[in-house]
């Protein structure tokens, strides 16, 4: 995701401004061998301006000054919004397009270097390679203006950072200096300003782009890592909208699933086999409503052959076995996703009116000297998703509360901020924190 694609960067920029003295850490066997080290560094940073000018401008639409603008003139064009942003945005673009060196390639990126200065320099940017894909154009759509003023801040550092070592690495045989240095480092500056009037949301750390998430194919694992197979593979299966019939079936395999896991999980974590207790009770709540659900619209066949597949797998476990507390954490993570994806299943279900809910209808009773007179039922679709028992049953017990927002900024970026302000004491001089 992005935040760990971001903090791996600002982590690695962090350690290379803490280095002085880099022409004695670089290799010093030969001028040729040095030159051919500082052609690599210079190819390693050509990946984070790479990312720094494609994030810059994913953000920028969203980013707004914060400054109060100065009234239009009518004979004049609309100033542009954003100034500080808008040229780091050129800036970036004119030292990625007017620099020399190639881009580092796929085999360069993932080969460990022995020098400690080359290894910061490939993590990082192996770092911004990776990051490319969390601010791609068609994962930012869903960004707040919040979340791309924080990632616009983050662009801004790292240009800092650049500036700063390109400034340190000058001395290096054939070092090619950063085209617009200075104009650079200005509107890095400016733009870290303007953004950090605002407040930063950092709940952007958690979005990106994530792998597909496939099936785990082939016979089935012994043990309990059968049942882990069939969880995982529910849980892919269940991509696809099921009836209601197969939605009561999956319903009933986690029921099941979570009372026959509570005694494994009581040797190990007596409150992870209570929050199992609360989640079989909370299904089997939801199979009794469920009885009055119905709707042929969907399928699920293979989520439902998967349940089958869990819950068997699961009974003809010996009643020694031991999980581990690695395998427990496993089935909770799968646990709370699938908890998530009912409940998405359910309320979906309601907006395409692919569910129908049981109502008894009231009638005259006849004399036609019957003992039993049987209720009249009837099924009609459902107005709103708050109808139905079921799903305030999966609102209030099933689905997770919210995670909070994060108010920190991460030590990543508390850490790259401190090398940045950094200054060298004088000679003589007693640091102000101990341990300096």
Request: proline share 8%.
């Amino acid at each position: 995701m992005y935040g760990e694609n971001g903090a791996q960067m600002r982590t690695e920029l962090a350690a290379l401004l803490r280095q002085h003295r880099v022409m004695h850490r670089l290799p010093a066997d030969s001028p040729a061998e040095r030159t051919e080290v500082g052609q690599q560094i210079l190819r390693f940073r050509h990946a984070l301006i790479v990312w720094c000018a494609q994030a810059i401008r994913v953000a920028q639409p969203l980013t707004f000054p914060n400054i109060p603008p100065k009234p239009a003139d009518p004979f004049r064009a609309t100033t542009e919004h954003g100034a500080a942003i808008s040229e780091l945005a050129r800036a970036l673009e004119l030292a990625r397009d007017q620099a020399t060196a190639p881009a580092a390639s796929s085999t360069e990126l993932a080969t460990p270097s022995s020098n400690d200065v080359v290894e910061h320099w490939r993590l990082a940017a192996r770092a911004a390679a990776l990051a490319e894909h969390d601010t791609a154009p068609d994962l930012a759509v869903h960004l707040t203006a919040a979340q791309a003023r924080t990632i616009a801040g983050d662009v801004a550092a790292i240009s800092q950072a650049l500036v700063v070592l390109d400034r340190r690495y000058r001395n290096t045989p054939d070092w090619e200096s950063l085209p617009g240095c200075d104009r650079l480092g200005w509107a890095a500056l400016a733009t870290a300003l303007d953004v950090s009037l605002g407040q930063p949301d950092y709940s952007v750390d958690q979005t990106g782009w994530r792998p597909r998430t496939k099936p785990i194919r082939g016979p089935a694992k012994p043990g309990i890592l059968g049942v882990l197979q069939a969880e995982h593979n529910l849980l892919v299966r269940l991509k696809s909208f099921p009836n209601a019939m197969n939605l009561r079936l999956i319903v009933d395999s986690q029921r099941l699933l979570s009372s026959q896991l509570v005694p494994y999980a009581e040797r190990v974590d007596p409150e992870l086999a209570e929050q199992w207790r609360a989640r079989t009770a909370t299904y089997t709540r939801m199979q009794r409503e469920l009885r009055n659900v119905g709707g042929r619209l969907g399928n699920g066949a293979g989520a439902t052959t998967e349940a089958a597949n869990a819950v068997s797998r699961m009974k003809a476990l010996p009643a020694d076995t031991v999980i581990e507390p690695r395998m427990l954490g496993g089935f909770q993570t799968l646990f709370r996703r699938i908890d998530e994806r009912i409940s998405d299943v359910l309320e979906a279900g309601v907006e395409r009116g692919a569910f129908v809910q049981r109502v008894t209808v009231p009638r005259l009773v006849s004399g036609e000297g019957r003992l039993v007179h049987p209720v009249r039922e009837r099924f009609v679709p459902v107005a709103r998703a708050a109808d139905l028992e079921v799903i305030r049953t999966a609102r209030e017990h099933l689905r997770p509360p919210a995670k909070p927002v994060a108010a920190s900024p991460g030590a990543s970026r508390i850490d790259l901020h401190a090398a940045l302000i950094h200054r060298p004491l004088e000679k003589g001089a007693q640091p102000d924190v101990p341990g300096f």
